[in-house]
């Protein structure tokens, strides 16, 4: 019997700190680890005594590619513990610079981080060097991505003009309106891509997945909707805990999310897709006829194919918002303090993400839960590791590692949003 | 911006200063600003370095290394003149940093027509505010030497 070990001890090309550790023998995979020792971050344990105001700030600092995913996670989850609805114009503004996250986080994962792995080239220097007009798409359509946050949220790192209940300053009409051409632009280079990107060459593989994502009987969902599967799931936002669990498992400091029953889903584009194709504009289920895809894919690798229609798809509803859009006014509805429970999901580039709060009376927040979307996804990233691995055998050792790193990145993990915190007990004597 | 500020080049501190010795670009630029210097903080996110590439043809970038080398060496290149080495400059975020910057903006023929690079070799990239002894030592003596050299400054 001959034993084998893959071993990446720094992925490269993903967000965060994370390895990986294969182990082979014979032709058995005995074990398979996606070790994530990005430094624990504890934020739902320091938002406990915090106002439940200053939670969409506190919590947008999770991740710096995607705080609107935690932004208006936390807004939604504040303002039903707190009882307030907001108004259309605001729920547009939202939706809006939500298309800004997805356009710059999907571009830079598709063009820059994970075209490499399907070209042979070790990075995004190489594929400027030879494929120089492809990286000048690529920056073009991810800065469409930043100028909405800029112009909606005041920056595009960690937005400053979101809040509780909604805006503190509505951007000016013709600011908005002037995105418009470029976006146009975008919707049409998003195409572009994925039809040239479609010419890849795939590793073959399929899975009959559980796809979990939000699911909305007119939208394309990104900050609305039930949370839904493939699977018949279809259940309120506030049940989440009646379905999903996380578990703390020894060689990662990000929770594992699970089924009740103990399986793995997946959440992030793929589920979106699945969950909701006919929800997308006819331009985009175009793109994915013309680029080889059915309403479902369940090829991982084809995930990047999938994030570019997204990228299609959030250039032109951001483009339809940014024609109609009308400045809220006021820009955002008071939230008295108030005690409550509130609950709240909405679409990252990278899948769901949940968050839970209870408050006091005074509005202070008494507990705290984010579920972010790579936690949900480790369990599906280690069970594709293990299928792929088993399927690829014959590969040299080299061979496998590229793919085992190719299979990570189909899923954008975002590690250092996932990192979680460890209930602590100390016992006094 | 005062006067020289104007004409003087974006000088754009890259780091996390909640890193410990990563915080040194930001310091350097801290400081430098507080002279009145066109100077920035930046998180080191390489798209948003490109972006900048575009709009500045004269640049100095401040980051830490981490080569191996004594702490607190000082390190600096002419980007226009040879490649930069990418195991060299620390980030811990790894999405696209500085090195990849550079080089992308190379091979798509935007570099910004004057780009300096200066590295400060740091010890402790560990969770925490503040500058080990000799890194803050090269820092401070960067500061004084740019302030000097810069234009509008003398």
Known sequence: MTDRIIQVDALARVEGEGALYVQLRGGVVEKVEFRIFEPPRFFEAFLRGRDALETPDITSRICGICPIAYIMSACQSIEMALGIGVTPEIDALRRLIYCGEWIQSHTLHAVMLHAPDFLGLDDAIQIAQSHPDLVRTGLRLKKIGNSLMECIGGRAVHPVNTRVGGFYRAPDREAVRALVPELEWGAHAARDLALAFARFDFPDDDFDYTFVSLIHPEVYPILEGRIGSNRGLDIAVADFNDHFVEEHVARSTALHGRMRDGSAYLVGPLARYANNFDRLTPDCQATAREAGLGPVVRNPFKSILVRLIEVQYACEEAARLARAYTPPDPAFVEAPARAGVGHGCTEAPRGICYHSYRLDAEGRIEHAQIVPPTSQNQPQIEADLARVVANNLDLPDKDLKWLCEQTIRNYDPCISCSTHFLKLQVDRV | ?154
């Open chain 2, 1 to 154: 911006m005062s006067d020289r500020g104007k004409h003087a080049p974006l000088i754009v501190g890259i780091g996390n200063r909640f890193r410990m010795d990563d915080g040194v670009g930001p310091r350097v630029a801290e400081m430098l600003h507080e002279t009145g210097l066109n100077a920035h903080v930046h998180a080191g996110d390489g798209a948003g370095l490109l972006d900048l590439f575009e709009d500045h043809d004269d640049i100095i970038l401040v980051d830490a290394t981490r080569s191996g080398a004594a702490p607190g060496s000082l390190v600096a290149f002419d980007a226009g003149l040879a490649p930069l080495r990418a195991d060299m400059f620390h980030y811990s975020t790894h999405r696209f940093g500085l090195a990849e910057a550079v080089e992308t903006a190379r091979a798509l023929g935007c570099l910004p027509e004057k780009l300096r690079v200066y590295g400060i070799e740091g010890k402790d990239f560990g969770a925490g505010v503040g500058l080990t002894a000799r890194v803050e030592h090269t820092a401070l003596a960067l500061v004084a030497d740019l302030a000097a050299d810069l234009p509008g400054n003398k």
